[in-house]
């Protein structure tokens, strides 16, 4: 057995055995594959072969949860090694061009794209050669036709046409999607585009709700098309000219196929609370609801909403949520605040029955995120601040982005909203403000009459302080813990000083902007910057300094590795009296702490919140890949984790090209 790639994460955590049986673990990382819970299956399967010694289907799951969390060099990795092993199975090779195929899409140049895609071609080719199967097949065709070779293509995409009906003649009702699927894929290859739109309409009556493989199924068709020059009038068609033609146009290349595929819409909302008692010129009137129920109803069957993203105020949210669970849509909810502080902030006001609705919706939805978890005890005098309620905004605004972006699915913003200017920062007309901002055209339901006046706000504010206030503003956070620091001697703390930290420091010297105030102490590093996108470029470029340092030739450890998180929240910016330099405390300080110590090295991880606010600055240049949830940080619930990388974008590859 060829040995696996290990970090000191697996030394720093030592759960107790899953099982006292290998067969368990096995069913337990695909499980966790199949689930999207790629860094527990990274886990269990490490923890399994480290127990168990060798097992070719934990190292492939271990392989195959890699390659989907973006580590494709450390995929490339487990697989070479099960194939030098002579575990050269079918499996294996299609895992293993899996992986190159990502390569070559993810490639920071051409050169190294064309590469990759012929190290793909040549492992189906294997693969297919070894058991003439519709999956490595498939896949051949799909790469010959990347590289220019369509007749290649094409016979080999005939081959699995053949196969597939004689499959879905023998299984008769019991047939798998997959197999319409890869059918369809065939004869789209062959031009054969009537009979297979037949076939995808068919392959999706195997997938309801199941959005992310058919999002997969979509591309992979885009593609051929895009490589096909017949259908795109050009003998170079390029690898990422996917969606040049136009989707709602009948005689539009491509059409067809859009219309195998209808996908729900993602609608984000924002929208007025009912009338508080006393309000002095009515805005929502609780007399309103079922007008207002009904105008919301029509807006999201219009939509073809299927998933949607808001807080949960009374009023416009909760009756949006309800709309959504009625029409069997997916519910995700964003609070700025814990649910009992914005319970009674934003909802018992208005009564008991809005309380019981609050929680059902609560219940009911498919995700919570608490945006500000530690920020709020839990007395009557606790509010939400108005840069809580923004940064919860932007949060709600950015998910529902990331989903439309998973999925390639159209986005909606919608408002309940009077068009007037709000009682408060962080209402509905800062949302609306917000997403004309982003280029985001809302369709608004219009609500209320008459000139703005302040009502008198649900909310509690806190008891008067004596002590002077200190701000809160929203920043970028790096944290960074360097492994196997401990590993460093004191003879080599004077190159640990020089070698390493003048390294960041002439990284930090040369970037765009430098941060707004460092932190450190022993092995952990804190950054902290204005802007999103600068934290991240910094992010990626001290990532590929520690990955590409021969750190033994400087007289440190070989193994010094580095783990990455970035967050972004509301902190307390403030002169510390003691240091007399600017400094930033509060709980999203610790949140890259708490998540940190059990990550792989040498990658830059992120929060969901991260994430979210740069897909709701449209942020360009970065790549996310989502990696699960982790239930292990003290102060959150559990730690929703995206893998940061570059995009890297290419206009084309050779229409001819020899394999």
């Known amino acids: 057995m060829s040995s696996l790639p290990t970090d000191e994460s697996e030394v720093l955590r030592s759960p107790p055995p899953l099982s006292q049986d290998l067969v368990d673990y096995e069913t337990a990382a695909r499980e966790a594959v199949s689930s999207g819970q790629l860094l527990t299956a990274i886990d269990i399967a490490r923890d ?22 973006g580590a494709l060099a450390a995929a ?18 299609c895992l293993l061009g899996r992986v190159h195929k990502e390569l070559w899409r993810h490639a920071p140049s051409p050169a190294e794209g064309l590469a990759a895609l012929h190290q793909a071609c040549a492992v189906y080719s294997e693969a297919f050669a070894k058991d003439e199967s519709y999956y490595p097949g498939i896949n051949l065709a799909h790469t010959l036709a990347a590289l220019g070779e369509r007749e290649k293509a094409d016979e080999c995409a005939r081959k699995v046409a053949k196969q597939c009906k004689t499959e879905i003649s023998k299984a008769g009702d019991k047939a798998n999607g997959w197999l319409f699927s890869t059918l369809a894929e065939a004869l789209t290859h062959q031009g054969a ?4 739109e037949k076939y995808y309409k ?19 068709a885009r593609e051929i098309i895009a490589f096909n ?21 009948s005689d539009a290349p491509g059409a067809w196929l859009e219309r195998c595929f209808e996908f729900p819409s993602v609608v984000v909302f924002s929208g007025h609370m009912v009338d508080a008692a006393g309000r002095p010129v009515p805005r929502f009137p609780v007399e309103q609801e079922v007008e207002i129920r009904g105008r919301i109803r029509d807006e999201l069957e219009q939509l073809r909403v299927g998933f949607g993203y808001s807080s949960a105020a009374c009023g416009g949210d909760l009756i949006f949520c309800e709309c959504l669970l009625e029409m069997g849509a997916k519910v995700n909810l964003v609070l700025p605040c814990p649910v009992d502080a914005f319970k009674r902030q934003s909802v018992s006001f208005a009564g008991p029955e809005w309380e019981r609705r609050f929680h059902r919706v609560v219940g009911s939805a498919n995700t919570l995120l608490i945006a500000n978890a530690s920020s709020y005890a839990t007395t009557d005098t606790d509010a939400a601040s108005s840069l809580a309620l923004m940064y919860a905004n932007r949060i709600v605004t950015g998910l529902a982005t990331l989903q439309a972006q998973a999925l390639d699915v159209e986005l909606h913003a919608l408002a309940l909203w009077d068009g007037r200017p709000g009682d408060g920062t962080g209402g509905t007309s800062s949302v609306v403000a917000e997403w004309e901002r982003r280029k985001i055209t809302p369709r608004v339901i219009s609500i209320g009459s008459g000139p703005p006046v302040a009502s008198p706000a649900p909310r509690r504010e806190a008891l008067p302080s004596k002590h002077p206030v200190v701000p809160q503003e929203i920043k970028a956070m790096v944290f960074t813990e360097i492994a196997n620091y401990k590993k460093i001697t004191e003879a080599q703390m004077s190159a640990y000083i020089h070698e390493f930290k003048g390294a960041v420091a002439k990284l930090m010297a040369n970037a765009g902007a430098a941060p707004m105030a460092a932190e450190c102490w022993n092995g952990t590093h804190y950054f902290y910057y204005d802007g999103l996108a600068d934290a991240a470029r910094f992010a990626l470029d001290l990532r590929d300094l ?8 400087r007289g440190l450890p070989a193994d010094l590795g580095v783990r990455i998180v970035l967050h972004a929240g509301p902190v307390f910016s403030f ?47 970065l790549h996310f890949a989502f990696l699960g949830r982790l239930p292990m940080t003290r102060l959150f619930e559990d730690a929703p984790l995206y893998r940061l990388d570059r995009r890297w974008e290419h206009s084309a ?5 020899p394999v």
Do not use: Y
């Open 48 to 69: 399994g072969l480290r127990r168990f010694g060798d097992s070719v289907t934990l190292r492939q799951q271990l392989a195959l949860a890699l390659a989907q969390t």
């Open 76 to 93: 490339r990795e487990v697989l070479d090694g099960l194939r030098r092993d002579s575990v050269g199975d079918v499996e294996t090779l």
């Open 193 to 196: 585009t009537a009979e297979a």
């Open 202 to 220: 068919e392959a999706v009556q195997h997938f309801p709700g199941r959005w992310r493989d058919l999002a997969s199924m979509r591309r992979q």
């Open 229 to 249: 020059p017949e259908t795109r009038g050009t003998s170079n068609a390029g690898w990422r000219g996917l969606l040049s033609f136009k989707r709602n146009q």
């Open 546 to 553: 520690m990955a590409g340092t021969p750190w033994v030739e």
């Open 575 to 621: 002169v510390d009296p003691v240091l007399r330099r600017q400094t930033f405390i509060g709980a999203h300080v610790l949140r890259g702490a708490q998540v940190g110590p059990v990550l792989p090295l040498n990658q830059v991880h992120v929060t969901q919140e991260f994430a979210a606010l740069c897909s709701e600055e449209g942020i360009d240049g």
């Open 653 to 657: 590859v050779p229409a001819k090209n």
